[in-house]
């Protein structure tokens, strides 16, 4: 993890940088984001398929800051798109890396599709016949030839939180795998339309190998069966959804993990001759790069409770509150001898949701202490919301010794722009 104390006695640091000089230099609540570790989890992606020809297509909605996908974009990652706005944020930082985005999701409206035309995007998962037809006729109209994948639903089941699962049928995304083949022709039969993919995704925070490695299996059978049709299938998408260790007491070897990873979905896609393989991970990248430094406001007792009140709350980072989601919380300047004590750690919102750690045994806080809630840099603040009218955090990237305002904090008048009385 890229946050640690340098020594016992100093404060919580990112890569070195101190979080209490951070606190004080950009305010609280504060999302800061380790480039060192972002990196290494990117090349972590590429040395494990370095076997087979890949491309680590970034999901950008598990952290959309165009610094951060600056950063990925400079080293060679593609990305994972799911809106127009997220393909905009790409040719904000690099008009060029359309040629290497997906377009992925199961609502693409007629005016998304057309700027991911004319922008010239590698490939699109396609989620329905229905989509299908838009993209036919938009892509005529704009003569503009796309390539597509469809994305199976292989009905898989994968353990992890139920929001977050999406590989079985009763789920609203993909096309039945067994339905496939005829929707592959109905596309074929177009003249815009290059069926030349086939794309899968079976949800998030999954951590076991094994779910991935039976979708794989399934779509290395439909890749075979379509050529057998006569289909040049050229690419596949295996999606992201690779989990990551959120409590730190649980050992978690990320090297171990991807190489296992890698081994089940090789395993049957390997031996598939004339195959590129595009990988989605999103969480894997960025979480662990990422912390929520929050200051504590007030600490109060409620009958046999304790709440630390802190400066942050769902708004800034909700995942605890929408999937019961486990954050370590730590203290950024441990007191010396502190005693420890079970402590709900709560935000000023009202909403009894709004906490981010429930009978949490913690050493003892005092108003004006910082914490840092861990492994928060993905889905915080791409998923934060201005709810109670609290205005989002700030955001810092930390580059070697550099910390660098990659956000600045949301004012009030960003939160009245849009508005008129
Ligand atoms: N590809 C597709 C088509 C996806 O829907 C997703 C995530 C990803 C890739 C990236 O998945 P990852 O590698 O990050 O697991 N807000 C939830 C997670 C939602 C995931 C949505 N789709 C959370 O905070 O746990």
Do not use: W
């Amino acid at each position: 993890r890229p946050f640690a104390h340098p020594d016992p006695s100093s404060p919580l640091a990112c890569d070195g940088v101190s979080l209490e000089t951070l606190a004080k230099k950009f305010g609280t609540p504060l999302y800061t984001y380790s480039a060192g570790q972002i990196l290494h989890r990117l090349r972590l992606f590429t040395s494990a398929f370095a076997s087979i020809p890949h491309l680590v297509c970034y999901s950008v909605k598990a952290n959309s800051a165009l610094a951060i996908l600056k950063l990925l974009d400079q080293h060679g990652a593609g990305f994972d798109i799911v809106s127009g706005g997220e393909l905009e944020r790409i040719l904000r930082v690099n008009k060029q890396a359309a040629e290497r985005v997906v377009f992925s999701g199961v609502g693409k409206t007629a005016a998304e599709i057309d700027l991911a035309l004319r922008s010239g995007i590698l490939i699109f998962n396609v989620e329905s016949a229905a989509e299908l037809d838009l993209l036919a006729e938009r892509a005529s109209k704009l003569r503009k030839r796309a390539r597509v994948a469809l994305r199976v639903n292989p009905d898989v089941f994968a353990e992890t939180h139920p929001y977050i699962s999406t590989g079985l049928r009763e789920h609203k995304f993909g096309i039945d795998i067994r339905q496939a083949r005829a929707v592959y022709k109905l596309a074929a039969k177009q003249k815009y339309l290059d069926p030349c993919g086939a794309s899968v995704h079976i949800g998030s925070q999954i951590r076991s190998a094994d779910p991935f490695g039976a979708a794989a299996e399934r779509v290395a059978q439909l890749i075979r069966d379509l050529r057998s049709d006569g289909l040049a299938i050229t690419s596949v998408d295996v999606g992201g959804g690779l989990g990551i260790e959120y409590h730190s007491d649980h050992s978690f070897n990320p090297e171990e993990k991807i190489h296992q990873y890698a081994t089940a979905l090789l395993k049957s896609l390997r031996p598939i001759e004339n195959l590129r393989l595009l990988l989605e991970p999103g969480r894997f990248i960025v979480a662990q790069a990422g912390a929520l430094l929050t200051r504590v406001l007030y600490v109060k007792k409620n009958g046999e409770k304790t709440f630390v009140v802190t400066d942050a709350a769902m708004n800034d980072l909700i995942r605890p509150a929408l999937y019961q989601a486990h954050h370590d919380i730590v203290p950024v300047m441990p007191r010396k001898g502190a005693r420890k004590k079970v402590v709900d750690v709560v935000g000023p919102v009202c909403e009894t949701g709004d906490f981010f750690a429930r009978d949490r045994e913690l050493p003892e806080l005092k108003p004006g202490d910082l914490v840092a809630i861990l492994d928060a840099g993905a889905y915080g603040l791409s998923l934060s919301s201005n709810y109670n009218s609290r205005p989002r955090p700030a955001e810092v990237l930390v580059e070697g010794k550099r910390a660098r305002l990659i956000r600045r904090r949301e004012t009030m008048d960003d939160l009245f722009a849009p508005e008129q009385i």
